[in-house]
């Protein structure tokens, strides 16, 4: 590990838990967002890292939705709150219980606004209950379909399919995302060169109805031209 990656995994974890503790006495969603995006603009301008948001227009500036996105890299969550920076669009975050015990991220994820996915569960009963009680609230669901970070050639892996049951059982129209720029490779590049300045592409989708029966990965595809390789 070179200097600069100790410096910046040093300054990540400072800024993760101070965001975290920080998130901790905010309860209002509003206030969450502008504090989670506050965070995802502090630490990808260290990074030197900016975003191009592509068909902003078909963005909506409120509402609730099950938001899809590709997952490549651990700043995608970040990439995606600042997608919806001028937006009053609020989501929680599916995550992983690793997230949730991570001496690294588990802070700032418990008070960020997730909802706990432990897949060790026999019974799913309480995540869905738990999915339910916030979009009575009114907030959106975010959700990576693919279940983990895709690691592989592939633009994408399989999408597993709990992200239907959620859109269905609570009504919400699903809007896609697509983070075009494989961020791992762009984080890397980042902590290996402190002068690299790189820009990361997020595209918005079409919208779907949550009662649409087709093969949302196919349509996934379809819609942001992705072709196999």
Same mark, same amino acid.
């Given at each position: 590990?070179?200097?600069?990656?100790?410096?910046?995994?040093?300054?990540?974890?400072?800024?993760?838990?101070?965001?975290? &503790?920080? *998130?901790? $006495?905010?309860?209002?969603?509003? +206030?969450?967002?502008? !504090?989670? %995006?506050?965070?995802?603009? #502090?630490?990808?301008?260290?990074?030197?890292?900016?975003?191009?948001?592509?068909?902003?227009?078909?963005?909506?500036?409120?509402?609730?939705? &099950?938001? *899809?996105? $590709?997952?490549?890299?651990?700043? +995608?969550?970040?990439? !995606?709150? %600042?997608?919806?920076?001028? #937006?009053?669009?609020?989501?929680?975050?599916?995550?992983?219980?690793?997230?949730?015990?991570?001496?690294?991220?588990?802070?700032?994820?418990?008070?960020?606004?997730?909802?706990?996915?432990?897949?060790?569960?026999?019974?799913?009963?309480?995540?869905?209950?738990?999915?339910?009680?916030?979009?009575?609230?009114?907030?959106?669901?975010?959700?990576?379909?693919?279940?983990?970070?895709?690691?592989?050639?592939?633009?994408?892996?399989?999408?597993?399919?709990?992200?239907?049951?959620?859109?269905?059982?609570?009504?919400?129209?699903?809007?896609?995302?697509?983070?075009?720029?494989?961020?791992?490779?762009?984080?890397?590049?980042?902590?290996?060169?402190?002068?690299?300045?790189?820009?990361?592409?997020?595209?918005?989708?079409?919208?779907?109805?949550?009662?649409?029966?087709?093969?949302?990965?196919?349509?996934?595809?379809?819609?942001?031209?992705?072709?196999?390789?």
């Amino acid at each position: 590990m070179n200097l600069n990656k100790i410096k910046q995994a040093i300054y990540a974890l400072f800024l993760t838990n101070k965001f975290g &503790l920080k *998130l901790k $006495n905010i309860p209002q969603p509003l +206030d969450k967002k502008r !504090v989670r %995006l506050e965070y995802a603009q #502090t630490l990808l301008a260290k990074l030197q890292i900016s975003v191009e948001v592509k068909n902003r227009e078909k963005l909506p500036l409120d509402g609730q939705f &099950l938001l *899809l996105s $590709n997952h490549r890299g651990i700043i +995608d969550p970040l990439i !995606v709150e %600042l997608a919806l920076k001028e #937006t009053t669009i609020y989501g929680l975050w599916i995550s992983k219980k690793e997230l949730y015990n991570s001496p690294f991220f588990g802070l700032f994820v418990r008070n960020a606004g997730a909802i706990l996915l432990d897949r060790e569960k026999s019974q799913m009963g309480g995540f869905f209950s738990d999915i339910k009680s916030h979009t009575k609230e009114g907030s959106s669901i975010f959700i990576f379909p693919e279940g983990t970070r895709n690691k592989s050639e592939k633009t994408l892996i399989e999408f597993k399919e709990g992200f239907r049951i959620i859109a269905l059982k609570n009504r919400i129209p699903i809007l896609p995302v697509f983070i075009r720029t494989h961020t791992d490779e762009v984080l890397g590049k980042s902590l290996n060169d402190k002068n690299a300045h790189q820009t990361v592409t997020i595209e918005i989708g079409d919208m779907i109805d949550y009662k649409d029966k087709r093969n949302i990965k196919e349509l996934y595809k379809e819609m942001f031209g992705i072709e196999e390789r």
